[in-house]
């Protein structure tokens, strides 16, 4: 009896664990400026490419691609990720996504956000190219 209790105390105990440490990651908190109130709207994912932003998203970005961060799956996960704190964005998390318009996730690929790992990308992407990496990110990821 002794036994079965301790194994059902340390079981409770494991999920507990694995629970918070899952929630963690979703929602995730940040602390990312919003963008000016005309990008901020701005949405021209429409007409986009997904294709074109599933290629730059996992090789063709520079100085490195998204996935390398973001991970595959889009869920923060990416080999490099693993090291940034905060973790590179989950675009997998519903909570998390919910009030990210696509014009700020525009200026964030742009501009960068202090205090984190993301990278300024408006140097070496086009607007044409981010608008298709968040067309890709929010019909591909955030499902």
Not at 5 to 30: E, G, S, W, Y
Not at 102 to 112: E, L
Not at 113 to 136: C, H, R
Request: charged share 25%; net charge positive.
């Amino acid at each position: 009896m002794k036994k079965s209790l301790i194994a059902l105390v340390i079981a409770v105990l494991a999920m507990f664990v694995a629970n918070t440490a899952f929630a963690a990651d979703c929602p995730q908190k940040r602390k990312t400026k919003k963008a000016p109130g005309s990008v901020y709207s701005k949405d021209r994912s429409g007409n986009a490419d997904a294709k074109k932003g599933k290629e730059i998203y996992d090789k063709k970005a520079k100085p490195m691609a998204c996935k390398m961060c973001h991970g595959a799956k889009g869920d923060g996960g990416g080999q490099l990720g693993k090291a940034l704190k905060p973790k590179p964005r989950n675009f997998t998390c519903a909570k998390t996504m919910a009030d990210v318009t696509p014009g700020q996730m525009f200026h964030i690929i742009k501009n960068g956000s202090p205090g984190t790992g993301m990278a300024p990308f408006g140097k070496t992407l086009s607007d044409k190219d981010i608008w298709n990496v968040i067309k890709y990110i929010r019909t591909e990821l955030m499902k």
